[in-house]
């Protein structure tokens, strides 16, 4: 039954590439595809613009670094080539009536530190900036001023719409979304814990990354399974020209990482390969400190990534890319008390991209992720311990289509296989077990529609079965983008979107968290997203972005945490199911490029939750409350100014509404209380505080971090880059939470914890050879 559903989408699919088939008087025509690399690496370039002077003909390049431009009018054409942080290339080709032609073409990066880059073409034409997305520069990343290493998350946070709960964690909270509502790839590869240092960084090296992209909202039909956002990230392949190496040395980490070509000719390598590793160096410091109380006896985390590509022939390349990263603490803070927590990611992806003809691309995608996580406490002779496992099997398939010039087809299959186990022992007896295994298969349609050369359309549709309750769901998309003028795009979006999954975060430490699935009885939570948007070049240097955007999220589901005893009661049961919504404006004033550079965001937003049992109104129905996470009003400034060729130096400002938490307001006695730890002792009582939940805001937030960098040449054997930085450069207390304590005359004692109260000097050494 499955297999005929299947194979009636797919002739569905072949039927509709059918019909959008070119007309006959487009055969005269002629046509242009290739790859767009990196002139120093032979690193593919993901979404590069190509135009074609003179005409209407334009594209991106794919995740693969290919493109293709269809019915192009034969005789001499201009074609222009550019990526951010490139210069510009020109090439001039001669198309004949009915020709394709192969064109490979590898851009320079451009000197940052030189106020003049190579720009050929109209310098006011501006290239299409999809609705919702960012793409990050990994320069960004090892530049900007970072708390003890440099991090993708933390950079990822500095743009309109994205922040975190805290100085002390890297998740990213997207457009009013948590966690869990963000889709994290790394090389087509979901990460289902993507954190170092118990959630104080993430675990992507900047050293193996060539790209990350965000999706902040009305994500596209190829990505499901989220409410919210996508975080997509691809490792390097490798340098594909010469040996490359570099060695990083930081105040918390040690990185390094070599990549290269192998085998054939060195015109013509059969393939290329990147290995980098990243490893905490805390253990001198914790041996000094060995007498100082609560610090661990131990304490380390590393990472790998590896990734190996092949050349099988100039329509086919295949690679492996793996990934291995853990966590280990040990720490025993006073007597009778131990904390042993480990925890760590693997994935595993392999790729085979084949170009069947100048109209048609694929990819096959095979790949593995598995988190585990295995805390023990022990407090006061009574051990506690907890295993927690995810394990994902997927295939992914996927075409693209070029019939002729108005149309590109996009189809593609997703299935998976999820497995979620979660245990619990107290004093040696289990007290949960439960395993939960569920199979998930998509398909998806998309055609990028250009009825004339100002509009694009892009309309989608996505399919998801998911067996854990025989649950159907689709999933319409669509986006428009005009070109007002030269220098000035509206656009337009909305996207509905499912999730089968639900992520239990812990206030401890990342590895406590839990990920739970929908079954029978428990709906899959889903939600409806609109975006409007205006893209504007602002002379050769400025761009400005601007967007709107509402979003609703229905059918959340989280355990209950009124539940008193989980054992007995259903699954469904176990959930509390609630709604939230969130909308705001973003602006983000950016100039890539130049001896300054750097970039202005601005987010005005709410985001509001609404649960059963929680800040009822008098007649007992649940009101609206805003998360910990939501934030009126965000502002970040991030800078880099080149003073010399060898000196540079960078800045980051950020200013939040301060969070909320809740307030007491009122507070009772409550005599004999069940939950007393003493229960039976008769007399006992507690004191209790009740307020609304998240009743108050917290102080506002705002941090400035300063660095200064030299580089130059190391003996003549290497390139070095020392950096110097400041993080929170003016000592601003901020605060991370209130505690609440009842004191023996009556009154309530509040106490402070703050975030980093002090400036952190941060040190790195890097070579490059």
């Not at 090439?91 to 000197?111: I, M, N, Y």
């Amino acid at each position: 039954m499955r297999c005929s559903r299947v194979c009636t989408v797919l002739g569905l699919c072949a039927a509709v590439v059918g019909l959008l088939g070119p007309p006959a008087a487009a055969q005269e025509r002629a046509a242009l595809n290739g790859y767009v690399r990196d002139a120093e690496t032979g690193e593919t370039l993901l979404q590069a613009n190509v135009i074609v002077e003179g005409t209407s003909r334009g594209a991106a390049t794919n995740n693969d670094g290919y493109y293709t431009l269809r019915d192009l009018p034969p005789g001499p054409q201009t074609v222009v080539f550019s990526y951010l942080g490139y210069q510009t290339r020109t090439e001039e080709v001669t198309l004949a009536a009915g020709e394709t032609k192969r064109l490979d073409v590898e851009l320079v990066p451009a000197d940052l530190q030189t106020e003049e880059v190579v720009v050929t073409g109209e310098q006011d034409d501006i290239s299409e900036q999809r609705m919702g997305v960012d793409k990050l520069p990994i320069a960004t990343v090892t530049e900007l001023p970072s708390v003890l290493t440099p991090d993708v998350f933390r950079s990822l946070a500095l743009l309109p719409g994205v922040t975190t709960a805290s100085d002390y964690s890297s998740n990213l909270y997207i457009r009013g979304g948590g966690p869990a509502q963000t889709l994290i790839q790394l090389d087509r590869t979901t990460v289902y814990n993507p954190t170092h240092f118990f959630g104080f960084f993430s675990t992507f090296n900047p050293d193996a990354i060539k790209d990350v992209q965000l999706y902040k909202g009305t994500y596209p039909a190829e990505y499901g399974g989220r409410l919210g956002s996508v975080v997509d990230i691809y490792n390097k392949d490798g340098n594909r020209r010469e040996t490359t190496g570099g060695l990083s040395l930081s105040s918390l980490a040690t990185r390094g990482y070599i990549e290269g070509p192998y085998g054939g000719s060195d015109d013509d390598p059969a393939g290329s390969y990147m290995v980098a590793v990243r490893r905490s160096t805390l253990e001198p410091l914790l041996a000094a400190l060995d007498n100082v109380d609560g610090l661990p006896d131990t304490f380390y985390f590393y990472d790998v990534n590896a990734k190996a590509t092949y050349n099988a022939g100039p329509n086919d390349d295949l690679s492996l890319a793996v990934y291995g990263g853990r966590d280990q603490l040990f720490l025993q803070p006073g007597d009778g008390q131990e904390f042993d927590v480990d925890y760590g990611n693997r994935t595993l992806s392999a790729d085979w991209t084949h170009l069947f003809s100048d109209r048609l691309f694929s990819t096959l995608t095979v790949a593995g992720s598995r988190y585990e996580s295995t805390p023990v406490f022990e407090l006061g002779g009574t051990r506690f311990t907890q295993t927690n496992e995810v394990s994902d099997i997927s295939l992914k398939a996927g075409i693209e289509y070029v019939p002729g010039d108005r149309h590109t087809v996009e189809a593609g299959l997703h299935a998976s296989r999820l497995t979620f186990r979660l245990r619990n022992t107290f004093d040696g007896d289990e007290t949960f077990n439960q395993r939960l295994q569920g199979q998930q298969a998509a398909l998806y349609l998309k055609d990028t529609y250009t009825p004339a050369s100002d509009w694009t359309v892009r309309g989608g549709l996505r399919a998801t079965y998911f067996s854990e309750g025989n649950y159907l769901r689709l999933a319409p998309r669509l986006s428009v983008t005009h070109d007002l003028t030269s220098a000035v795009q509206l656009q337009a979006a909305y996207g509905r979107y499912h999730q089968f999954l639900t992520l239990e975060t812990s206030q401890l430490f990342t590895a406590f968290d839990s990920w739970l699935m929908t079954d029978e009885g428990l709906l899959p939570s889903y939600g409806d997203q609109v975006a409007l948007g205006v893209n504007a070049q602002l002379g050769n240097a400025w761009q400005l972005e601007v967007e709107g955007y509402a979003r609703t999220m229905r059918d959340l589901f989280e355990l209950d945490p009124f539940l008193p005893d989980a054992a007995g009661v259903p699954y469904a049961d176990r959930f509390q199911v609630g709604e939230g919504r969130a909308y705001g404006t973003e602006v983000l004033v950016r100039r890539p490029e130049g001896r300054l550079n750097g970039f202005l965001s601005y987010t005005l937003s709410r985001t509001e939750r609404r649960f059963p049992n929680i800040n009822q109104s008098e007649n007992g129905a649940p009101q609206y409350y805003p998360p910990n996470y939501d934030r009126t009003h965000e502002l970040t400034l991030a800078l880099n100014y080149h003073l010399t060729d060898q000196w540079r130096v960078s800045g980051t400002f950020n200013y939040a509404t301060g969070q909320a938490y809740t307030q007491p307001e009122q507070r009772y006695e409550l005599v004999d209380s069940p939950f007393s730890f003493s229960p039976g002792v008769g007399g006992e009582s507690q004191n209790v505080l009740v307020s609304p939940f998240n009743n108050a805001r917290l102080p506002p937030y705002h941090r400035l971090d300063v660095g200064v960098a030299r580089t130059g040449q190391f003996f003549g054997i290497a390139e070095y880059e020392l950096q110097l930085q400041v993080i929170n450069a003016y000592a601003r207390r901020n605060i991370w939470f209130y505690q609440f304590e009842n004191e023996s005359d009556g009154t309530l004692d509040r106490n402070v914890t703050p975030q980093i109260p002090i400036p952190v000097p941060n040190v790195s050494f890097s070579l490059t050879f």
